[in-house]
């Protein structure tokens, strides 16, 4: 299994590196206009690197198995909860408009919700893969679990982060129904949360705005509802992607840098890197993606123990999903949340989250064999050995 870890390392240098060159590219303009340096975002986001790399060895470090402690997992818990509720705290708490998912520590915002979907993982990774809940009951199955992702979802809410309840209800149903709970029960909880995320995004201008906006600009026909600046970002992001064409601008040939696409450094970075790259970097880095979710899936299916194997596969499907939205939302197929393409988009959240959620998949895929766990005999697990 080493092999498929070292080929996943190379993956991520790869995005990463393509990252750090886009960024250079195009936030000469950005840090001229606000730090006055034009090389102060791209060496903000190699610092954050650095960051990231140092967690992703360290959680890597870690056995997986002691994470499923009982007292470990209640730690877990707690964490989440102080995630969601730190940004409340008057001091700390940023707003940014409108939405109050950041904190500010020591000069550097963090938003606290990216690790909370990653503690929410690892929970239901422990909860549905314990043995001793094989035959589970539907409290045990379902409604203690839903309880926990509508927690988290009131959190995210409470934060006005549309997007995280979606990406995480997204994962976090796949990862129960791939640790035995029963579909109906799974689709019945899935049918809710698309009415009351529906019913939400009609009754709020701006999400409603956003929704159509994307029709708008697929059909060329603008709605009364639609706000000129949701069409107008929508808009730029495409005209960027086609200035592109097939094989780019080149590097530093971005005209759409220079204002004209609002957050081209972040939420819309795979325009920019449409623009200059063209249509042969982009596919280049959706073959990456593609290729890294290839590699957690593989790591999930030799994943000695259930609750590994889920956790593999949740922070695998995370990592894809994140990157498949936020290409969708790019190109103009999704409405804009607010979320940053893994390894690419500049922010120290983002990328310190997305290595660690890498760390979490190198670690399991460190203590997992060569056959497909399927065909292997149920391994002892020595679980006061938390670290090989």
């Known amino acids: 299994m080493k092999w498929v870890t070292a080929v996943m390392a190379m993956l991520v240098f790869s995005l990463v590196f393509v990252g750090l060159v886009v960024q250079a590219s195009i ?16 060496l903000q986001q190699a610092l954050y690197f650095v960051a990231g790399l140092i967690c992703c060895f360290v959680i890597a470090a870690i056995h997986p198995e002691f994470w499923f402690r009982r007292e470990v997992a209640a730690v877990v818990l707690l964490g989440i909860l102080v995630a969601l509720a730190v940004v409340h705290v008057p001091g700390l708490g940023k707003a940014t408009k409108g939405a109050t998912r ?5 000069g550097f915002s963090l938003q606290p919700s990216e690790f909370a979907k990653l503690m929410g993982i690892m929970l239901l990774a422990w909860w549905h893969g314990d043995p001793k809940r094989r035959n589970r009951s539907f409290r045990e199955g379902a409604l203690v679990p839903f309880i926990g992702i509508g927690v988290m979802c009131a959190g995210f ?13 997204a994962v976090a149903l796949p990862v129960m129904l791939a640790g035995g709970a029963r579909l109906r029960y799974i689709m019945a909880f899935g049918l809710v949360m698309l009415v009351l995320v529906s ?13 159509m906006s994307v029709l708008a600009v697929n059909s060329e026909v603008k709605a009364p509802t639609v706000d000129d600046a949701d069409l107008y970002h929508v808009t730029m992001s495409r005209k960027a ?3 592109g064409g097939l094989t780019g601008a080149g590097y530093l040939g971005s005209i759409y840098k220079f204002g004209f696409l609002p957050e081209n450094h972040t939420d819309f970075v795979f325009a920019m890197l449409c623009e200059e790259g063209g249509f042969v970097m982009a596919a280049f880095c959706i073959v990456l993606f593609i290729a890294l979710l290839w590699c957690g ?5 030799r994943a000695p123990t259930d609750q590994m194997r889920l956790l593999a596969f ?13 290409m969708a939302v790019v190109i103009g197929i999704l409405p804009t949340k607010g979320l940053a393409l893994p390894f690419i988009s500049y922010g120290g959240s983002s990328l310190v989250s997305s290595m660690t959620a890498v760390g979490i998949l190198m670690g399991v895929g460190w203590r997992s064999g060569g056959a497909p766990r399927r065909v292997r005999a149920e391994a ?9």
């Open 380 to 388: 002892a697990i020595d679980r006061r050995a938390w670290v090989s």
């Open 102 to 106: 950041w904190i500010v520590v020591a």
């Open 314 to 326: 949740g922070v695998a499907l995370y990592l894809g999903l994140c990157a498949a939205v936020n």
């Open 27 to 42: 936030s000469d303009f950005r840090g001229r206009a606000i730090a006055g340096d034009p090389t102060h975002f791209i």
């Open 241 to 243: 992607i086609q200035h």
């Open 297 to 301: 899936m593989w790591i999930s299916l």
């Open 199 to 211: 019913v939400y995004v009609m009754q709020n201008p701006e999400r409603r705005s956003r929704v």
């Open 157 to 169: 809410k409470l934060q006005d982060d549309l997007g995280s309840i979606i990406m995480f209800s």
